[in-house]
């Protein structure tokens, strides 16, 4: 076979079992270069489409069956095979470099980044085998999201009972649902979908068949792992990661592309990115660096507002990396890129997630930020105001309860807080948020700073009137001064007497304080507090954080309504009631870091279960004071894998006077009981 005008004596063959073949060979077909792609299945094929620069050849091949392949299609020293087949087909990219190697043919083997799986409900396993035995021991549903390959080894594995709890996704073909068959997987639990998932859909369909673990390989971003990772976080469920092979030393598909088509740059001057600031949007704003790369730049990128009106040499409208980074591998011959973002590029700016997804997409290219002027310091120098010792929050894509709450906070705690809105409207709610909080402070709005209808418009929060301000204002800067500053308190308790009681029992106070400490809260964590009575627990730790979730669940009607009552009287606004029992009531709650057990109602059993199956290594704290409990427990002890077990049992005396003496009141013993919850009881 023959190639393109520009690449006329060497033949390609594409190998492609990933999504960076399929994109390779749509590239070659762009150019015009002829090639052959060989796909294992006839799903493969039918993704690639017809084209005529490209002969499709499908079925698996071992080394004889590539060499001949080659040698039938006339492959000779200098023509080039194309590796872009999975990371863990190590077989299959053995029997590659071996063919090459025999035929003389150059390989070229297109290398996907390995990625950060963390540490958050993550385990590592070099096997499918060993990932089997260790799951077959934990309870819950399995989601087998490996393909169908690793699926016979897996269940040859794993207990009968374990293959019933497992899903499987997989290609809808006729061979991949015929093994699942055969290894005895329930037809309702056999997903055949075809990627790619959304984070979206990977949480829907993880919550939707109850998933306490996933099994996947760590297949790089083209691959859709941290869609995986985001979406198991977000429904609480633990990844268990099939860790990727050592692969070959590869080449980028960006560099694979040149190889191939024939377009390597051989001048030794690398292609570089600025991603620039450019303060408030004026021209008056930008720096002289800014000026002299916008000048060099033979394309530019950016958010539409943010780009010259006049033509430039190549504008696109674009500011996500993956709406620049195809245009970018598309013309390798720029070699100077401007990307625009308003304000710093190292201020609350998208310039840090598009630097990460260049450095990581396309690591031949230099890649450089370069600061602006932020509307903060801006607004602060009009206002003839330092900023050094402020607060500085932005509301743009974080403008949720929990945050809103993070943000009161700094300004009930700081004389000056800088605040970043997006439009007129998060700035009245603010407002009305700061009077409802008994937050007295004076308001200064920077509105369009820097243009011809730049404003800056004071509102005084014990006023009633909202200025008038055109509604389509969008670029807003606030200024938050408040004259009397509330210190924190470095030990934050409340006394019993900060609640209203009601005929509803409470937790009291120095039983309270230590099992909260027992709870090891962390900064924008979950908690559960399951039997809330008056909500005493609830608040102190919800008050221990704005960014804390606490969820309070509790079956008394009664209850309930003290728990609204004592959060409006506390101005908790991170707490949502639950009502209803456990563990029916925590259906549909996302899972918890934490969980204080004040109540279970006699089904510590079933509690203890749902919970185990939301996610391992929640921390939990029980108070017991009946012996029923206390036995209850005991049995439970030795059916569940708990760590970190912990026992202490408090007698609080209080003391009152009664005439001239002072006579000590006794309350009941209270046991407390705190471990970690690595797996739910039995049912």
Partial sequence: MQGSNQHKTRNIIVFAGTTEGRILSDRLCESGITHLVSVASGCGSEMLGEHESRTVLTGRMDEEEIIACLKQHGFHEGDFLADATHPYATGVTKNLQRAAERTGVTYLRIARKSMDVGDHDVRLYETISTCAKSVNLLSGNILLATGSKEL??????????????????????????????????????????????????????????????????????????????????????MLHVLTRPADPAGVTLEQAYRTLSGTERNDGIRRRVSLIGIGMGTEATLTVEAKELLAKAEALFGAPRLLPEQDFRQI???????????????????????????????????????????????????????????????????????YEDAAIVSLHGRNTPGQ????????????????????????RELVRQMKENGIRAEVLMGCDLSYENERIITVDTDGDEWPEMPEETTLLTLLVKNADPKSRLLLPVLPDKAFIRGNVPMTKACIRHESIRRLQLKEGERLYDIGGGTGSVTIETALLHPSLQVF???????????????????????????????????????????????????????????????????????????????????ELQREISVQEEEMVQLTVSTFQRVGEHSMPHTDNPVTIVSFVLEGSAPA
């Fill in 152 to 237: 016979e080894q897996f269940c040859a594995e794993v207990s009968e009972d374990t293959i019933g709890r497992t899903y499987v996704r997989v290609l809808p073909t006729e061979e991949s649902i015929a093994a699942c068959k055969r290894c005895g997987i329930d037809i309702a639990h056999i997903l055949a979908l075809q990627g790619p998932f959304t984070e979206e859909l990977n949480t829907a369909l993880l919550r939707q068949y109850r998933i306490a673990h996933m099994i996947t390989k760590e297949s790089g971003t083209e691959g859709g792992f941290p869609e995986k990772t985001k979406a198991a976080r977000k429904a609480g469920v």
């Fill in 552 to 634: 309070s669940v509790e079956q008394n009607r009664e209850a309930c309504a003290l728990i609204r009552e004592n959060c409006k009287r506390h101005r908790c606004t991170n707490v949502t009631v639950v009502e209803g029992a456990a563990p029916e009531a925590l259906t549909g709650l996302p899972a918890p870091d934490a969980v204080f057990l004040g109540g279970t109602g006699g089904r510590l059993r079933e509690i203890l279960s749902a919970l185990g199956k939301m996610r391992s290594g929640i921390r939990i704290v029980m108070n017991m004071v009946t012996p029923e409990t206390m036995t209850e427990w005991m």
């Fill in 316 to 386: 696109f409208p674009f500011y996500r990396p993956e709406e620049i980074i195809p245009v970018l591998e598309e013309h390798p011959e720029w070699k100077e890129i401007a990307i625009l973002f308003s304000g710093d590029s190292g201020f609350f700016s998208g310039a840090r997630s598009m630097h990460a997804a260049l450095k990581e997409r396309m690591p031949e290219l230099t890649v450089q930020l370069i600061p602006g002027i932020n509307s903060v310091a801006f607004l602060a120098a009009r206002l003839g105001e330092s």
């Fill in 404 to 427: 809103r709450g993070v943000l009161l906070e700094k300004i009930r705690r700081h004389r000056k807080t800088f605040v970043l809105a997006a439009s007129t409207e998060e700035a």
